[in-house]
């Protein structure tokens, strides 16, 4: 059964002091690509500041740490390194590239417990010396209503771990393999599948083993949710880069990049519409070099607020 209205409506971001290529994230990231831009940063804390005002104008509770760190271009996606549960757990994920390891010494932690209550830490850094990854809602797309975890398996995301997660988290893993137009895994499966209110978004042009696409689709219908496919254009386009929220006043936001708002189609935009309001930001340098998208952008909150007593 489909549980209701548990979209998160508190979000923390990560205002980078320097964005740049990662040449350490390049060879499994094929969205990433290298090219001059002057003042690049200056020109990507811009995009930053204009998504973080206009998520704010929506009536959504967002927190920004500013990033001190000179050696972590891949700051402002902060998705992949920490994630909050309803159940008051914190999970802290072990990443591939060792400069985004740096990512976890920011100030956010710390001030992410003076805000909010954290009952428990789940930490799988330590997998990191033996070479297995889970980069948080990169690798895992949490259906929280439905209580499902879809992974794609890649060299960032290990079917072991994601096992053991969901034993901890008490999800359902529901892993499968998916590849670009080469043949080439998607390094994180928030690029190809976004989990609504009431569909899932997918690309089976990208599953090549039939059953594995019969599966997905069969969890999908039974979860209660309508399968909404997109083709491998559309993922290029980061239409499978979306999350959705709901305000303070109640509301249900579809948040998105201009590149995916352009790259939908008219029936793809009505079916995320019902329900649900789309809040378009346009970050093309973000997408276009450093390889991720809005949702990337985006931790979820979903623990308590501290009260004036301590948790």
Not at 73 to 88: E, L, R, V
Not at 221 to 237: F, N
Not at 246 to 265: F, K
Request: glycine fraction near 6%; charged fraction near 20%; hydrophobic fraction near 40%.
């Amino acid at each position: 059964m489909v549980r209701e209205n548990i979209q998160a409506g508190v979000l923390w971001m990560m205002r980078p002091c320097v964005f740049g290529f990662n040449p350490e994230t390049s060879a499994s990231n094929a969205f990433q690509h290298q090219f001059p831009v002057e003042d690049l940063t200056v020109k990507v804390q811009s995009e930053f500041d204009h998504v973080l005002q206009q998520l704010r104008a929506e009536g959504l509770e967002v927190h920004c740490t500013q990033s001190v760190d000179e050696r972590a271009p891949d700051a402002i996606f902060p998705n992949n390194w920490f994630s909050t549960h309803h159940d008051g757990s914190l999970v802290l994920y072990p990443m591939m590239a060792v400069n985004r390891r740096r990512e976890r010494e920011s100030s956010l932690l710390d001030e992410l417990r003076d805000r909010f209550c954290i009952d428990r830490i789940i930490d799988l850094r330590s997998h990191e010396l033996e070479g297995r990854f889970l980069e948080g809602t990169g690798s895992v797309v949490f259906d929280h209503e439905a209580a499902i975890a879809y992974a794609v398996l890649s060299p960032r995301t290990d079917r072991l771990l994601l096992e053991d997660l969901c034993h901890r988290l008490h999800y359902r893993p529901v892993h499968y393999h998916s590849t670009d137009a080469m043949g080439m895994p998607f390094y994180h499966t928030n690029v190809v599948m976004f989990a609504g209110s009431s569909f899932v978004v997918y690309c089976p042009e990208s599953i090549r083993l039939k059953a594995e696409l019969e599966m997905l689709e069969r969890i999908i219908l039974e979860s209660g949710k309508i399968p909404l496919a997109l083709s491998l254009q559309q993922v290029s386009d980061f239409c499978g880069n979306m999350l959705q929220v709901r305000n303070a006043a109640g509301d249900l936001l579809t948040i998105c990049s201009g590149t995916a708002w352009s790259s939908l189609l008219d029936s793809q935009k009505e079916l995320i519409s019902t329900g649900s309001r789309f809040v378009v930001v346009d970050i093309p340098l973000i997408e276009k070099i450093g390889g991720g998208g809005i949702r990337c952008m985006l931790a979820e909150v979903f623990l308590a607020h501290r009260p004036t007593a301590s948790c």
